[in-house]
């Protein structure tokens, strides 16, 4: 079954201590939904009673920037919304996307954080299959947030968002996506319009005949990736 982008969404908060993700259209059970949010608290916790079952593929933080990707694979008879829950209150944006003809099974991943306006992950070890759903995730401080363009490493840019309150706790999401036919490294970057702290993330699923490390359903934080 090839793999196949469904639909995407984008969803923010000057402020908030949960934020609403809704698609426009019912997912569909057996696909799977990625959300890539950033914010200024950790942790961050997803409901999983009425879209998915979710399991927090990645967390981490850098200099006060938070951001954790989400995989939840589409329960039957769901919901369109799924809600980003924070330990306290502050601005978050978030970006997600279903796909069919994907497992939830991790594969590779790689991680890199600093400051200014070229964002890369870094490239991840070389991955197990052919076919396979390459994830980028970038989240981003500065004022009033920023903006995502030029992709690197034939990525595409699927979404971004960014919340607008005015002062340096604003966060900027982007989602950026690659299906591959061959095994290879990915490294997922972007540049940003504005300087600031930025963290960046690959990761990458198989495709559904594929099989893979079944390595989801526990957290996978910067301390612990699978190279």
Known sequence: ????????????SNSASSLAVTFSSTP?????????AGTNNSPM???????ASWVQVFRTGASGTYMTIFI??????ITVTSTITMVGTSP???VAAEYSGVT????????????GTSAASGATGTTSVANELWIGGIVHRNTNGATFSSPTNSFSIVGQTNTTSGTVNDRSACLLERIVSSTGTADAGATISASGVW?????????LTSGGSGLIGRLVD??????
Not at 199 to 207: C, S
Not at 222 to 227: I, K
């Open 45 to 51: 916790y997803i409901d999983n009673s009425s879209v």
């Open 1 to 12: 079954m090839a793999i196949a982008r469904v639909q995407s969404t984008t969803a923010m």
């Open 222 to 227: 910067s301390n612990n990736l699978v190279a």
């Open 72 to 77: 939840g694979k589409v329960f039957t008879g």
């Open 28 to 36: 569909t059970a057996g696909n799977i939904i990625v959300i890539v």
């Open 92 to 94: 978050i944006a978030a």
């Open 199 to 207: 963290i960046a993330q690959a990761l990458t699923f198989p495709e």
């Open 104 to 115: 939830n099974a991790l594969d590779r991943g790689s991680i890199a954080t600093n400051t």
